[in-house]
Every structure is written in structure tokens, then in C-alpha cells.
């Protein structure tokens, strides 16, 4: 018998949308000090944004009298109509509207309302206004599907808000989405009562959508979070993005919902559809006791958010070449670094290799986070100040 023939190594050709595809690079790091743990090596985790709570007891025995009640079937796509009404009924009250069960779509966490929205709005080529430091799955949606995306800097000398006149400039006749974030990742900014008013102001009269990411909104440590889904004439043209997972230490339950003009919750409808078919039932039924039960432990935790923040910051400012604003939300420092010399990366994989603290580049966050490192304080005070230490030890030999 003759020589089987050789047979060439097989190359999966990827559609070409791929490549356009990004990622988070907080996982990519957690992966990586997961192995060092591994190795041995004690590492503190500064780069995941997860509280580090467990979820409160009564909302797990919610969802406990969910999957002994048989809510382990499909729903709706949509999502169940009473727990669907449960949260038209919270966001009527906390952002002072209108609004249905039909404003509302309950998704496997938050993320594929930020997915669904932009595909079922943004056409090829049209831009979308996004933060930059921002979220990367803002940018990385953009992307994939072909539009442009047009990043709108957030400085440390605007305390990380978005400087409005330098929005209004970006916006052309391509503009199809604005999105914000506040309370802010990575930088804990947030926007201010004037700077939504504004935001607000432009896309009414430049007819534009607004994607307004408010997952952090229960973490406010000075006022009250403000909503610009409150302001007269925005309620026809934001999608409002909240879940569970940062209020109720619930990350892993994935468990998020969009709120939006009842036209558009059809269309994302259609998209859950065809993407994740429903949320799991006794996820979803575990709602009306996270929204309406007892707020004692999310109240604790946002009090123990602030105590860390605290620690961390006035640590960070006390090592030479480190500069930190105290954030006004969210559970992340952004400090400046640009006086050490080294990039963002450089300084993202040597605080991990050689002092044991997993913390992200500032480019994870789009090219404006050159010069910054983010550091998530969800984690102990012990750990913050075993974190700080080491840092310090790092700096001093660079």
C-alpha cells in the first residue's frame, strides 16, 4: 500500500466580523493570576469587578422557593409579565416615569442589553459616542458590527465626567447612539444633575438614542443617583441598562433587563429570540424580593465600599509618583501613574509578576487610560493595604 498522503494542518477561517471583536481584559489577568496561584504564589486580586459579598439570604431563598415551585421551565422571551411589571414599577418609582412591562426586557445579565441595543439600532458606518477610558464592550459592539466608534475622552481634571462641549462637537448627521455610564467603570466618575441636562439637550434636538448604562447606580457614596431616563422627553429615546449582579452581589446569577420605548423592547425581544431564547425562570422570580425586600445588606455593602475606598485612595496618593481622585461611585480607583515611567502594560504585568497585585492597564479601557492603572477595591481592607504595601515596595525600585 502507498504512503497515506500528508495531510495539511486545517485553519478554521474565521468570518472576517471576528476580528473586530475585543475582549475584557479583567478576565485575561484573573486567568493569568490563577496560575501564579497555582505556581504557589499568593496573589491579591485587585482586577475583577465583582463584590466580593455573597448574595443576601432572603434572595437566595427567593430563588430556592423559585426551583421547588417548578420555575424551571422557558418563559417569555421577554421575560415573566408580573416580574417584568415588578421592575417597571421600581424604575416608575426611582426614576420618576411612565413606564410598563412592555418598557421592559429581562436578559441573562447586562451585557446583551448593550449587545441587543446597539444591533437593533446602529447601521453600518453611523457612529456611536461612547467614554473612553470605558467600559471595552462598548467599543468592542461597535466594532463588530461595523459602525464607527467615536470615543469622547473623560479627563482627571473633569473629575472623569464628560466635557459637554467637546461632546457636541463629535456630534455629525452619522450619530445614531450616545452612550454614558454613571456611576462610571473604570473611573468612578459621575455625571452630574447639568451634565445630563445637556447630554439630554442634544439628543433631543439631534435626535439621537441614548444607551445609559446605570449598573452602578445603587453605589453612590455623596447625594443621590440621577438618571437622565428622568428628564422630560428622554423617556422616548434611552435605553436604560440595569441588573442585579453590582447591588446584590449577584455576578453570577446573570441576571440583568433593559428598560426602553416599548418599539425597541419588541426588537430586542426578537434579538433574545434568536440569541439565549429567555431568562432562567427562578432567576427571574427572585426579582420583587432584591427590588422591594430588605436593602439592609446592599446598604451594608455600599457603606463597606466606602470605608475601602477611603483606605485605598489615601494609600495610593502617599506613594511618590502616584496620583488618585476619591470616586463619587462604583467600587474603582483610577489612579495616574504617568510619573513612573513605564506604560500602562509595562506596569499592569510587573505589578503581578514581581509584587503579587493583579490590576489592569488603563488601556483595557480604550487608548485614553495610557498613564492610569484601574484597581478594583472589592476585596478586603486587609487585603487593600497588603495590596498598597506591595505596591509601594514596587515603586521604590523602579
Known sequence: MGNKPDRAEYHIPFADRMARLGTETAF????KAKALEAEGR????????????????????AAVRALRGGYTHY?????????????????????GIACGPENVVITPGAKPVMFYAILALVNRDEEVIYP??????????????GARPVPIQLRMENDFRMDIDELLGK??????????????????????????????????????????????????????????????????RTILLDGMSKTYAMTGWRLGYGVMPAKLADAVTRLQTNCASCTAA??????????FGPQDKP?????????RRDVIVDGLNEIPGISCLRPAGAFYVFPNVKKLGLTSNELENRILQEAGVAILSGTSFGAFGE?????????????????????RDFVSTI
Open 28 to 31: 485575561v489577568v484573573l486567568a
Open 42 to 61: 499568593e496573589i491579591v486580586h485587585l482586577e475583577i469587578g465583582e463584590p466580593d459579598f455573597d448574595t443576601p439570604e432572603n434572595i437566595i431563598e
Open 75 to 95: 418563559t417569555p422571551a421577554a421575560g415573566m409579565t408580573d416580574m417584568r411589571e415588578a421592575i417597571a414599577t421600581y424604575t416608575g418609582q426611582t426614576r
Open 132 to 145: 473612553n477610558p470605558g467600559f471595552p464592550i462598548y467599543e468592542s459592539v461597535i466594532n463588530f458590527i
Open 171 to 236: 456630534i455629525t448627521p452619522r450619530t445614531r447612539m450616545i452612550i454614558i455610564n454613571s456611576p462610571q467603570n473604570p473611573t468612578g466618575g459621575v455625571l452630574t444633575g447639568a451634565d445630563l441636562e445637556a447630554i439630554a439637550d442634544a439628543a433631543i434636538r439631534h435626535n439621537i438614542m441614548v444607551f445609559s448604562d446605570e449598573i452602578y447606580s445603587r453605589i453612590v457614596y455623596d447625594g443621590a443617583h440621577e438618571s437622565i431616563l428622568s428628564i422630560p422627553g428622554m423617556a422616548e
Open 282 to 291: 427562578f432567576t427571574q422570580r427572585i426579582i420583587p424580593e432584591a427590588l
Open 299 to 307: 446598604q451594608q455593602m455600599v457603606a463597606e465600599f466606602k470605608k
Open 371 to 391: 498613564g492610569f492603572l484601574r484597581l478594583s477595591y472589592a476585596n478586603s481592607v486587609k487585603n487593600i493595604q497588603l495590596a498598597l504595601s506591595r505596591l
